[in-house]
RNA sequence: GGGCGCGUAGCUCAGUUGGUUAGAGCGCUACGUUGACAUCGUAGAGGUCACAGGUUCGAAUCCUGUCGCGCCCA
């Protein structure tokens, strides 16, 4: 039990051998029929699927050490405790991994062709894939890797299948052409989702389309009118004003729009106007949606360019002209001077040539938010295109009442109306990419002009038996497969047991920037597919960022590397140092250019908990150690403190966890651990535990070690498993109770052993103010910490005193008092009063400034008095009194007697002194 | 433009139904070779809780406004 442990923890001799005895020992893996035949109440996490190229960055370094803390904790409490592992196919992103390998090669993805490039990817992921689950488990995740799971293997397309058809069937799919969202470097359209605004201070142009010669007298007539809008050019045409952000899509222009009670132009509508540089001509239309007090209230519509205008061309019957390509270049619909250009470049030859034709009529500085493409961060370009979508509303609508009525919970709870605001506007998703990599959408279409959405790839046509059939080309959106993870990963659309065990889980755990992505989707595919929410509680955890702020990124070079963490501090450190930063609606914030800073803390804790570890086993030997109920009779004070102190560390970890205040509990157990297992008890035990020592004393002491080592490695193991593991499996067993087979499955610490005692700790803790104040005293007067002093000590409740003396050996060891007088001194020296209104004096000839000594008192007495004097005005004040709960009262009482009595007799001690002095 | 949130010690932040002498870690200062640990110990300095009003016996905590800073949705 006790050969040599290092001095000092080395997370790297430890943490790998752990890891793989408790995957050797299957601690890891759940059958459904620990379920299903055992009756064990189960607890399941599924992982947000990192993807599958990934490397494992801080992000997933909390994410997951978060999931593995819950996952520990409600294993040790007994229930059956699954946590899901595996990894997202990541359509944009893995694609663009392999183009951007391609293009190093000089290739294209074309130069490959469609079947030869996913070949390529399947390749890629095979080899690289794994990657990212073997980092995870150098963090300790607990994971079942049994199950591991990929959204592109075989049953999760199937369950992909069987939802398309299934959804397509109930009219909840459809395809159409809208306006969607188009990132022109991927060449894909996006969800609303994936195309993320950024404030971009950019500008907004006015712009003079003249009006035709048969409006000229409407025209006069609204400028007469005041309508600012409206005047002449030099050569006496009429024009109006609009406005854009984007000038080169006034070459797709198909109309201009006004309110329709808009007074001003009332008379316009029905005009034609002309869109300069292209020669074509116009109506103005009337349209509710038209906001007639921004900028002119004229508005250019360009359908096929815009959501907006699409919508008002809609209404209106103006016609769609699309006038780019799909890379963003000015198409045929362009006038021919522009045909070929960029867009941006397309937009400066535009306002050249409208101001060379005198129509432009201004710029103006204008912030606004610009949609990115959030994969390649290319400007998204709202385009009119075919697509697949699926309708929306009806699936939020259990989804939305199921946050209403509390059947879904979220943490932080401000989440909850976010989620609500979103789910009552939600809007229809588009779900097709034009992408080669992912789920291939299950529709085919025959010449005859029939489309079949089919399960089973069809052989033949249903209609006309032909068999010239064409998939469609375009995959879907990879939160489509994603959405369903929570019951694909059990094998769904098979009835398995897995299901029928696991579903519905418990805790979802991300970060909010995917609520909307992938946690609302997955909730909606629950209800839909499984008739329950896929999970109960919902506990968003923050961003990591560094120092400045800044999220933590690749492209800033900002980021710290998990496994560089893990390599130079270990696991451990990097554990509790992200869980103990992990306060409810906070955000992590970290040094990167100070790695060292950063994880100092958690390396150090791992580190005492290491040698608290080592300095028990050393003291406790390998002598049988006896059960601490059984020599309840001979604990001392301090034993019974800390058994106290136990099941309270107990009850506030176990209560916090519940509540997801995992900083809380991090840094609760810290405090317990070092500031008071480490500082205190282990302080005061150890002369107990010495060979001089009186064997009923010792024996106490050692069956006390044990109880509270195990309990405290049992509270802190799921924070940091390892160093506690690794310790527990060391420690001496009490006779006549049984060893589980390890720390991972120990229960998890109740505070029903009847331990917590407020006396006992009363007690203790006027022991320790007295400890705390001959040490001040000391270091006020510079007594060498080496130099044994004695204390004379009167007063305070009965037998403190004499309990003091009995403790003298701790004393010494703790305030290196020798001598305890229970009398009042005599001679020059120090003085205090505790807060329980013991008398102490420390005889200190030739050391002690008597001026010095009065002053100090002074302050200490101005600074009683100073809170007697608040306490005092409180309960003079009868609405106090007389409002405040009897309670709250009583306690204010308590102080002011607890103030006065100490206050008083300093003050007589002041007066003794001053006497003496004289 | 709409919605949500934040300004507490030099730094990063806790402080959950209003009642403590406002806390922690890091950093800082002084002292320390007490055989678990210097990745340590002991002690200390450091805060008008952004600002201005209000509600209340009582406000870091609730309300209103101002200033500064984030995030989400248009």
């Given at each position: 039990?006790?050969?040599?442990?290092?001095?000092?923890?080395?997370?790297?001799?430890?943490?790998?051998?752990?890891?793989?005895?408790?995957?050797?020992?299957?601690?890891?893996h759940?059958?459904?029929?620990?379920?299903?035949?055992?009756?064990?109440?189960?607890?399941?996490?599924?992982?947000?699927?990192?993807?599958?190229?990934a490397?494992?960055?801080?992000?997933?370094?909390?994410?997951?050490?978060?999931?593995?803390?819950?996952?520990?904790?409600?294993?040790?409490?007994?229930?059956?405790?699954?946590?899901?592992?595996?990894?997202?196919?990541?359509?944009?992103?893995?694609?663009?991994?392999?183009?951007?390998?391609l293009?190093?090669?000089?290739?294209?993805?074309?130069?490959?062709?469609?079947?030869?490039?996913?070949?390529?990817?399947?390749?890629?992921?095979?080899?690289?894939?794994?990657?990212?689950?073997?980092?995870?488990?150098?963090?300790?995740?607990?994971?079942?890797?049994?199950?591991?799971?990929?959204?592109?293997?075989?049953?999760?397309?199937?369950?992909?299948?069987?939802?398309?058809?299934?959804?397509?069937?109930?009219?909840?799919?459809?395809?159409?052409?809208?306006?969607i969202?188009?990132?022109?470097?991927?060449?894909?359209?996006?969800?609303?989702e994936?195309?993320?605004?950024?404030?971009?201070e950019?500008?907004?142009?006015?712009?003079?389309?003249?009006?035709?010669?048969?409006?000229?007298?409407?025209?006069?007539?609204?400028?007469?009118?005041?309508?600012?809008?409206?005047?002449?050019?030099?050569?006496?045409?009429?024009?109006?004003?609009?406005?854009?952000?984007r000038?080169?899509?006034?070459?797709?222009?198909?109309g201009?729009?006004?309110?329709?009670?808009?007074?001003?132009?009332?008379?316009?509508?029905?005009?034609?106007?002309?869109?300069?540089?292209?020669g074509?001509?116009?109506?103005?239309?009337?349209?509710?949606h038209?906001?007639?007090?921004?900028?002119?209230g004229?508005?250019?519509?360009?359908?096929?360019?815009?959501?907006?205008?699409?919508?008002?061309?809609?209404?209106?019957?103006?016609?769609?002209?699309?006038?780019?390509?799909?890379?963003?270049?000015?198409?045929?619909?362009?006038?021919?001077?522009?045909?070929?250009m960029?867009?941006?470049?397309?937009?400066?030859?535009v306002?050249?040539?409208?101001?060379?034709?005198?129509?432009?009529?201004?710029?103006?500085?204008?912030?606004h938010?610009?949609?990115h493409?959030?994969?390649?961060?290319?400007?998204?370009?709202?385009?009119?295109?075919?697509?697949?979508?699926?309708?929306?509303?009806?699936?939020?609508?259990?989804?939305?009442?199921?946050?209403?009525?509390?059947?879904?919970?979220?943490?932080?709870?401000?989440?909850?109306?976010?989620?609500?605001?979103?789910m009552?506007?939600?809007?229809?998703?588009?779900?097709?990419?034009?992408?080669w990599?992912?789920?291939?959408?299950?529709?085919?279409?025959?010449p005859?002009?029939?489309?079949?959405?089919?399960?089973?790839?069809?052989?033949?046509?249903?209609?006309?038996g032909?068999v010239?059939?064409?998939?469609?080309?375009?995959?879907?959106?990879?939160w489509?497969?994603?959405?369903?993870?929570?019951?694909?990963?059990?094998?769904?659309?098979?009835?398995?047991?897995?299901?029928?065990a696991?579903?519905?889980?418990?805790?979802?755990?991300?970060?909010?920037?995917?609520?909307?992505?992938?946690?609302?989707?997955?909730?909606?595919?629950?209800?839909?597919?499984?008739?329950k929410?896929p999970f109960?509680?919902?506990?968003?955890?923050?961003?990591?960022r560094?120092?400045?702020?800044?999220?933590?990124?690749k492209?800033?070079?900002?980021?710290?590397?998990?496994?560089?963490?893990?390599?130079?501090?270990g696991?451990?450190?990097?554990?509790?140092?992200?869980?103990s930063?992990?306060?409810?609606?906070?955000?992590?914030?970290?040094?990167?250019?100070?790695?060292?800073?950063?994880?100092?803390?958690?390396?150090?804790?791992?580190?005492?908990?290491?040698?608290?570890g080592?300095f028990?086993?050393?003291?406790?030997?390998?002598?049988?150690?006896?059960?601490?109920?059984?020599?309840?009779?001979?604990?001392?004070?301090?034993?019974?403190w800390?058994?106290?102190?136990?099941?309270?560390?107990?009850?506030?970890?176990?209560r916090?966890l519940?509540?997801?205040?995992?900083?809380?509990?991090a840094?609760?157990?810290?405090?317990?651990?070092?500031?008071?297992?480490?500082?205190?008890?282990?302080?005061?035990?150890?002369?107990?535990?010495?060979?001089?020592a009186?064997?009923?004393?010792?024996?106490?002491a050692?069956?006390?070690l044990?109880?509270?080592?195990?309990?405290a490695?049992?509270?802190?193991?799921?924070?940091?498993p390892?160093?506690?593991?690794?310790?527990?499996?060391?420690?001496?067993?009490?006779?006549g109770?049984?060893?589980?087979?390890?720390?991972?499955?120990?229960?998890?610490?109740?505070?029903?052993?009847?331990?917590?005692?407020?006396?006992?700790?009363?007690?203790?803790?006027?022991?320790?103010?007295?400890?705390?104040?001959?040490?001040?005293?000391?270091?006020?007067?510079g007594?060498?910490?080496?130099?044994?002093?004695?204390?004379?000590?009167?007063?305070?409740?009965?037998?403190?005193?004499?309990?003091?003396?009995?403790?003298?050996?701790?004393?010494e060891?703790?305030?290196?008092?020798?001598?305890v007088?229970?009398?009042?001194g005599?001679?020059?020296?120090?003085?205090?009063?505790?807060?329980?209104?013991?008398?102490?004096?420390?005889?200190?000839?030739?050391?002690?400034?008597?001026?010095?000594?009065?002053?100090?008192?002074?302050e200490?007495?101005?600074?009683?008095?100073?809170?007697?004097?608040?306490?005092?005005?409180?309960?003079?004040?009868?609405?106090?009194?007389?409002?405040?709960p009897?309670?709250?009262?009583?306690?204010?009482?308590?102080?002011?007697?607890?103030?006065?009595?100490?206050?008083?007799?300093?003050?007589?001690?002041?007066?003794?002194?001053?006497?003496?002095?004289?």
């Amino acid at each position: 039990m006790t050969d040599e442990l290092a001095p000092r923890l080395d997370p790297r001799a430890i943490e790998p051998a752990r890891y793989r005895a408790w995957q050797e020992g299957g601690y890891f893996h759940v059958p459904a029929s620990a379920v299903l035949e055992d009756g064990r109440e189960p607890y399941v996490i599924v992982i947000p699927p990192p993807n599958v190229t990934a490397a494992l960055h801080m992000g997933h370094g909390l994410n997951n050490t978060v999931q593995d803390v819950l996952i520990r904790w409600r294993r040790m409490q007994g229930r059956a405790s699954l946590w899901v592992p595996g990894t997202d196919h990541a359509g944009i992103a893995t694609q663009n991994v392999i183009e951007r390998q391609l293009a190093e090669e000089g290739l294209r993805r074309d130069d490959l062709g469609r079947e030869k490039f996913v070949e390529r990817v399947w390749e890629f992921v095979a080899e690289t894939g794994g990657t990212i689950l073997e980092q995870l488990k150098a963090i300790g995740a607990s994971c079942d890797w049994d199950r591991t799971r990929f959204t592109l293997d075989e049953d999760l397309q199937a369950a992909v299948r069987e939802v398309f058809v299934s959804l397509y069937e109930k009219d909840l799919i459809y395809r159409g052409e809208y306006i969607i969202n188009w990132c022109p470097r991927c060449l894909t359209a996006l969800s609303n989702e994936e195309a993320e605004g950024e404030e971009t201070e950019g500008s907004l142009w006015h712009l003079r389309y003249p009006l035709s010669s048969a409006s000229a007298e409407a025209a006069a007539t609204a400028s007469g009118a005041g309508a600012e809008a409206i005047g002449q050019l030099s050569d006496g045409r009429w024009y109006l004003t609009v406005s854009t952000t984007r000038p080169e899509t006034m070459l797709g222009d198909t109309g201009v729009a006004v309110y329709p009670s808009d007074a001003r132009y009332s008379g316009l509508i029905g005009a034609q106007v002309e869109v300069p540089l292209t020669g074509r001509l116009i109506p103005i239309v009337a349209d509710r949606h038209v906001d007639p007090e921004f900028g002119s209230g004229m508005v250019k519509v360009t359908p096929a360019h815009d959501k907006n205008d699409f919508e008002i061309a809609g209404r209106t019957g103006l016609e769609l002209l699309d006038v780019m390509t799909p890379d963003a270049r000015m198409g045929d619909h362009a006038p021919e001077a522009f045909r070929g250009m960029d867009r941006f470049e397309a937009r400066k030859a535009v306002l050249a040539a409208l101001e060379a034709e005198g129509l432009l009529a201004g710029e103006q500085h204008h912030a606004h938010s610009v949609p990115h493409c959030y994969r390649c961060h290319t400007v998204v370009e709202p385009r009119l295109s075919e697509q697949w979508f699926v309708s929306m509303k009806p699936l939020a609508e259990p989804a939305l009442a199921a946050s209403q009525d509390g059947t879904i919970t979220f943490t932080p709870g401000h989440w909850k109306k976010v989620y609500e605001h979103w789910m009552e506007n939600i809007q229809d998703w588009c779900i097709s990419r034009q992408l080669w990599w992912g789920h291939r959408i299950p529709v085919w279409y025959c010449p005859c002009g029939e489309r079949i959405v089919a399960r089973v790839d069809p052989t033949a046509c249903s209609k006309c038996g032909g068999v010239a059939l064409e998939q469609d080309p375009d995959v879907l959106d990879t939160w489509f497969s994603s959405q369903l993870w929570p019951f694909s990963v059990f094998g769904w659309p098979k009835e398995s047991d897995d299901l029928k065990a696991f579903y519905p889980g418990h805790t979802m755990v991300t970060a909010p920037e995917i609520l909307f992505f992938w946690v609302a989707r997955m909730i909606m595919m629950g209800y839909e597919f499984q008739g329950k929410a896929p999970f109960t509680e919902v506990y968003l955890h923050g961003t990591v960022r560094d120092i400045h702020g800044r999220k933590m990124s690749k492209s800033l070079g900002n980021g710290i590397d998990p496994m560089r963490v893990v390599e130079e501090f270990g696991a451990d450190a990097m554990r509790y140092t992200v869980i103990s930063q992990c306060a409810v609606g906070t955000d992590i914030s970290l040094d990167h250019e100070d790695v060292e800073a950063a994880f100092a803390n958690g390396r150090n804790f791992a580190n005492k908990i290491w040698n608290a570890g080592r300095f028990a086993l050393m003291s406790l030997g390998d002598a049988p150690v006896r059960s601490v109920e059984s020599i309840r009779g001979d604990l001392a004070l301090e034993d019974e403190w800390i058994l106290s102190r136990l099941e309270g560390a107990a009850i506030d970890a176990t209560r916090g966890l519940d509540r997801f205040r995992l900083h809380e509990v991090a840094e609760g157990l810290y405090h317990f651990f070092w500031g008071e297992i480490c500082d205190w008890y282990l302080e005061l035990v150890k002369t107990r535990l010495g060979p001089n020592a009186d064997p009923a004393t010792r024996e106490a002491a050692r069956s006390t070690l044990v109880v509270v080592l195990d309990q405290a490695f049992r509270l802190l193991h799921p924070i940091v498993p390892f160093v506690t593991a690794e310790l527990w499996a060391r420690l001496p067993w009490p006779e006549g109770s049984e060893r589980p087979g390890d720390l991972i499955v120990a229960p998890w610490p109740t505070a029903d052993g009847g331990w917590k005692n407020d006396d006992v700790e009363r007690r203790m803790s006027d022991f320790q103010n007295l400890i705390v104040e001959v040490r001040r005293l000391r270091k006020e007067y510079g007594v060498p910490d080496a130099r044994r002093i004695g204390v004379d000590l009167t007063g305070g409740p009965d037998g403190f005193a004499d309990s003091v003396v009995a403790q003298l050996a701790v004393f010494e060891q703790l305030a290196r008092v020798d001598r305890v007088g229970t009398g009042h001194g005599s001679g020059v020296g120090a003085n205090a009063v505790l807060p329980n209104g013991a008398e102490l004096f420390i005889p200190l000839e030739g050391v002690i400034d008597v001026e010095r000594e009065r002053s100090r008192m002074l302050e200490e007495v101005d600074r009683l008095e100073g809170h007697l004097r608040g306490a005092v005005a409180r309960l003079n004040n009868d609405k106090f009194t007389g409002n405040a709960p009897a309670d709250v009262v009583q306690k204010e009482r308590d102080k002011v007697a607890q103030l006065d009595d100490q206050a008083s007799k300093l003050r007589a001690k002041l007066a003794g002194l001053e006497g003496g002095v004289r």
